[in-house]
């Protein structure tokens, strides 16, 4: 009899038992089980549906949510944590989707992965994201309102006094230049003359390389650039940010673009519950209202399919009353190129890009998606994304462009609807459903997944552009009905 790769790499365990734990391997861990010394692996354990809170206050949400996560994980775990402990193996436990990480030698794997607590296993190797490139030489000089900004028609929805006051939107990516003329006085860590990071920054990098330190840094750029088309405003005539008077706070999820399951998930975790900079001392009434998601995470990850590792912790936090919203990729201009976590979830508020003339940008993806058997329109709405500028990580400005440069403007024009009717703070649905229904419908010839892009939503543009006056007008007289919230 052949004997398999697995029967081979962990002798003295017979083949019986090697099937018996088999099925819960991804093929990513199949493929790291061919090499020798150790692999690092994520763990899913049972993850039971949250009873959902209805608090119309957004941190008591949280508060509830977080303490069930807490409590099935420290229930659920224990037993394998005592394992793990009593065979010295390295892990990380979470609660915010009940997943352990671990680092093993292969031949620790088979009984690890026979446990009954173990429902999956993923890999957890870094691949580096395709994060657009840098110019050659940055943009230094004042452009007044960006075009990007007043396509949207923030400056309208300012005029009105909304001007994302209140409001905190977080940000995981490649770090942020916090003392940026054009994002110090929207960081929530400075007061004007000090500077408090505790509660504001996480770095969810172990082994950098750029070290940041205690206090915020980005080692690319692209995250500079993403909290500057959310918040950014120097005073001095760069209005790059949809939301100017909203606070933002960070966490680093990816080593100069090199990202995993766990910084993601150690990401949102965080965010949940902020901690101070020695990681102590939780408190969810520093949580963000909005979190940006400038990134995916493909195959090569450990994001297999759209039912593993990232989909328990975006529906938790949503569940939590926090919106996230996450970049559609560019993958495009075909079909069914929305295909990686976590702009595949049900959850994920997605977005597609736009250019200055409200056509599709070519590389946005599209969709649709299939969510438990069920074909999806994706993205859920589009923004700007072409030729965008913003912060760069050296206190000057750049030109980028990419869904990653349009997630962050939908999620500023959903701060100021809430900064409009704070009654909407904690419910991200409706939020969701108001920038969707009040969007500038775009329609397009391309047919994706049977839906014509006559048709909206379509799965090229989704609802259409976002439109923050139209929002936030909608939000001013919004009526909370029933069948509108679901």
Not at 160 to 183: E, F, K, V
């Amino acid at each position: 009899m052949k004997k398999t790769l697995l029967a081979l790499a962990l002798a003295p365990y017979s083949i019986s038992q090697a099937n018996n734990w088999e099925h819960k391997a991804s093929s990513a861990v199949i493929t790291e089980l061919k090499s020798n010394g150790k692999v690092e692996l994520i763990l899913k354990l049972e993850n039971p549906e949250l009873v959902t809170s209805h608090s119309a206050d957004r941190i008591e949400k949280i508060k509830n949510t977080v303490k069930q996560l807490k409590r099935v994980a420290t229930e659920s775990q224990k037993p394998l944590i005592e394992y793990l402990e009593n065979k010295n193996i390295e892990y990380k436990s979470f609660w915010v989707s009940n997943q352990i990480v671990v680092k093993a030698n292969v031949t620790e794997i088979p009984q690890l992965l026979s446990r009954k607590e173990v429902i999956q296993a993923f890999t957890n190797r870094p691949l580096s994201l395709n994060l657009p490139e840098l110019p050659e030489k940055s943009i230094f000089s004042p452009a007044g309102i960006e075009w990007s900004v007043s396509k949207v028609n923030a400056p309208d929805v300012w005029a009105l006094g909304y001007r994302g006051q209140n409001i905190i939107l977080a940000g995981q990516d490649t770090g942020y230049q916090w003392n940026h003329p054009a994002l110090i006085n929207r960081y929530r860590g400075w007061d004007g003359q000090n500077a408090d990071h505790n509660y504001n920054w996480h770095d969810a990098i172990d082994n950098p390389n750029v070290v940041c330190g205690p206090e915020p840094c980005d080692d690319h750029s692209h995250g500079s650039h993403t909290m500057g088309t959310m918040t950014g405003d120097d005073g001095g005539g760069n209005q790059i940010g949809v939301a100017p008077d909203a606070k933002w706070i960070g966490c680093r999820n990816m080593n100069q673009g090199n990202g995993t399951p766990e910084t993601y998930m150690e990401c949102f975790q965080w965010f949940l519950e902020p901690t101070d900079l020695n990681d102590q001392n939780p408190d969810f009434a520093y949580a963000p209202h909005i979190i940006n998601n400038s990134w995916g995470c493909p195959s090569s990850e450990g994001c297999v399919d759209e039912t593993i590792v990232l989909r328990d912790v975006i529906n938790n936090v949503v569940a939590a009353g926090i919106m996230v919203v996450v970049s559609a990729g560019n993958g495009g201009s075909a079909c069914n190129t929305i295909s990686t976590p976590p702009a595949i979830y049900d959850k994920s508020f997605t977005i597609g890009s736009t250019t200055s003339t409200d056509s599709i940008s070519g590389f946005s993806s599209r969709g649709g998606v299939n969510i438990n058997g069920a074909n999806v329109i994706k993205p859920d709405v589009s923004a700007p994304g072409s030729s965008v500028r913003s912060a760069n990580n050296n206190s000057g400005y750049t030109t980028m462009s990419g869904t990653s440069m349009a997630g962050p403007n939908a999620a500023a024009v959903a701060a100021l609807v809430m900064s409009a009717n704070p009654s909407l703070e904690g419910k991200p649905g409706l939020v969701g459903k108001i920038l969707t229904r009040t969007a500038l419908p775009l329609t397009t010839t391309q047919v994706c997944n049977g839906v014509p892009g006559s048709e909206v939503p379509n799965n090229t543009f989704g609802w259409g552009r976002v439109d923050a006056l139209t929002a936030v007008i909608f939000a001013e007289d919004l009526i909370y009905f029933d069948d509108f919230s679901r």
